[in-house]
Each structure stands twice: as structure tokens, then as C-alpha cells.
């Protein structure tokens, strides 16, 4: 992966708190925790459900700035009171809230349980507008801000084998333009970020397997160990699905959660960026409709 090249003013986030749910594992999240870091951010909060991994991700980005760890589950909202509360005790403020806690995995309809599909809507959409609110109520209510939600084109397209995350990120994208219209008199933007196959991410390790298909053993493992049965493959397919025929990297969704949190973006909210590299204008859903295919992955259940 290449190295971090900034095209910002060092000082663009000069004295402002950012608050990211859903960091502990890396990626993106990371590296726009570590972004801010890098552009005079006064300090970056991680909260995610695993106060280790959180703990670590937090003194790892400590070396670029003040970073913090506040342990918590985005779907249940006193957690989401306290760790708010405890961010604003120790650095006063709360000016840039990045909504990324999620959780997805390939499995078709048919074979998804019901507890599954539950899980990612109190994780997605729940957990957003608990954070949401809690920042809001919390700070931004009074003195403004900026809430960034990390969301995905998977409901512009009827993409299969996400359904649940699809009806998830479907009703995040219109919490943006609800809390941009009802939190916009207090001076708060709220806009979204739709990133499209970004490589090092959690995300591109999990679905890019079709091997971890409704094996959500396969799929932690995919992750945890960086082991793909199908790098190869992929390499392929970006170059014949993007129309800018690469993956993209976490620097990309870095940058534009930069602008998007910066004094340069002060007139956009209500909308998302779309980050996919013209993707979304290429790639086939017919593959998915073959009920072969479908069949193929229909045996296991989640």
C-alpha cells in the first residue's frame, strides 16, 4: 500500500474533536481516524464493542495525536451517553462524528436467519442514529458540527446476497437527509460517504470471498488471517468492473472524509459521495439472478 500523501493544509482540522464508532479492527476507519490526526484534529475517540482490539487501535494512532478509547455497543444507547459524556469530560468538545460501526457477510435471503438480518439493522441503522442523537443532544446541538455516515450502494442495485446490510445502509442514507434537514438550523451537516471495493478493509476481505459465502467461520477467517482463496480473481475483476480498473485504497476514503469534515465542504449536507472509482456504472447484477448461482449459496444458513 502506498504512503500516506496529503494534499490538505496540515493545520485543516486545526482544534476540532472527531468521535469514529467501528475502528477497532483498522482500515478505513483507521486511516481516517489517523487523517485527522495528521491535519491538527485536538484528539480522535474510537468506540467500538471490543475494549481491547479498541484500546489498541487507539495507542497505535496515539503516535500521530491524542487518541482515545471509549469501549461501548452502538446499539444500546446508554453506551453511546457515556462514552459521548466522557469524550466531551476529557476534550470539551465533539466537532466531527464518523458513523462506521457495521456489520455484514455474504448470505442469500433464503438462508439468512432472522436473528442475522436483525443483528446488522441494530448495528447499521440502529447504532447510527443512537451515536447520532447522543452526539447531537450531547454537544452539536448547541455549537454544530459535522456527522459523517459511512454507507454503500448495495440498495441502488438490488444487490443480492446482502439484503440485510442493503435494507440497513438503505435506511441510513435517509437518516442523512432527515437529520440535514432537522439538525441543519443548529449548524449541523450531516452527509454520508459510499465507499466502493476498498482494499484493506474488513469489508473487502469478508465479501470479496466467495468461498465465505454463508460461512461466517470462512468469512472471520478471511479477515483475520488476510487469506483470500481468490486475490487473483479479484485483481481481475477490479480491472474489468471500475471504471478507473483498480481497487480503491484507504487513503481514498480517507481524503474525502477530510473534505467532508473540513471548512471546505461548509455548504454540502444531505448527500452522500460516491467513492467507488465509477464502479457502481459497470458492474453486472445479472450473475446473481442465475438461480444456479443462487442455489450454490442457498445451502447454509447464518
Known amino acids: 500500500m502506498e504512503s500516506y500523501k496529503s494534499l490538505f493544509s496540515p493545520d485543516l482540522l486545526k ?3 472527531a468521535f469514529i464508532t467501528g475502528g477497532s479492527r483498522g482500515g478505513m476507519l483507521k486511516e481516517i481516524a489517523r487523517g485527522y490526526l495528521l491535519h491538527g484534529a485536538k484528539g480522535v475517540v474510537l468506540m ?4 481491547e482490539k479498541n484500546g489498541e487501535v487507539a495507542k497505535d494512532l496515539s503516535q500521530y495525536g491524542q487518541c482515545l478509547s471509549e469501549p461501548g455497543d452502538v446499539r444500546k444507547p446508554e453506551d453511546c451517553k457515556r462514552a459521548v459524556a466522557n469524550t466531551i469530560k476529557a476534550l470539551g468538545q465533539i466537532d466531527i462524528l464518523v458513523n462506521g460501526a457495521a456489520g455484514n457477510f455474504l ?3 433464503s438462508a439468512l436467519s432472522i436473528n442475522g438480518f436483525r443483528t446488522v439493522q ?5 447504532g447510527t442514529f443512537n451515536v447520532s442523537q447522543a452526539v447531537y443532544n450531547g454537544y452539536m446541538k448547541e455549537h454544530g458540527g459535522v456527522i459523517i455516515n459511512i454507507s454503500a450502494t448495495l440498495h441502488w442495485s438490488g444487490s443480492a446476497l446482502q439484503v440485510h446490510s442493503a435494507a440497513a445502509k438503505a435506511a441510513i442514507d ?3 437527509k432527515t437529520l440535514a434537514v432537522e439538525w441543519g438550523p443548529n449548524k449541523v451537516r450531516v452527509v454520508g460517504i459510499i465507499p466502493g471495493g476498498i482494499e484493506g478493509t474488513e469489508g473487502f476481505a469478508r465479501l470479496s470471498d466467495a468461498n465465505a459465502m454463508n460461512d ?3 468469512a472471520n477467517a478471511a479477515f483475520k488471517d488476510g487469506t483470500q482463496s481468490n486475490k487473483a480473481t479479484m ?3 477490479g480491472k474489468k468492473t471500475v471504471a478507473l480498473q483498480r481497487w480503491g485504497s484507504i487513503y481514498d476514503i480517507a481524503n474525502t ?3 467532508l469534515a473540513s471548512p471546505i465542504a461548509s455548504y454540502v449536507t444531505g448527500t452522500n459521495v460516491l467513492v467507488d472509482g465509477g464502479a457502481v456504472l459497470l458492474y453486472p447484477n445479472m450473475l446473481f439472478t442465475d438461480p444456479k448461482f443462487v442455489d450454490m449459496w442457498s445451502l447454509g444458513k447464518l
Do not use: C, F, H, P
Request: aromatic share 4%; charged share 30%; glycine share 4%.
Open 48 to 51: 467500538s464493542r471490543n475494549a
Open 257 to 259: 472524509a477530510l473534505y
Open 15 to 17: 482544534g476540532k474533536v
Open 235 to 237: 485483481e481481475q475483476l
Open 216 to 218: 461466517k467461520e470462512k
Open 122 to 126: 441494530e448495528i447499521d441503522t440502529l
Open 174 to 176: 435517509s437518516m442523512t
Open 107 to 109: 448470505a442469500s435471503a
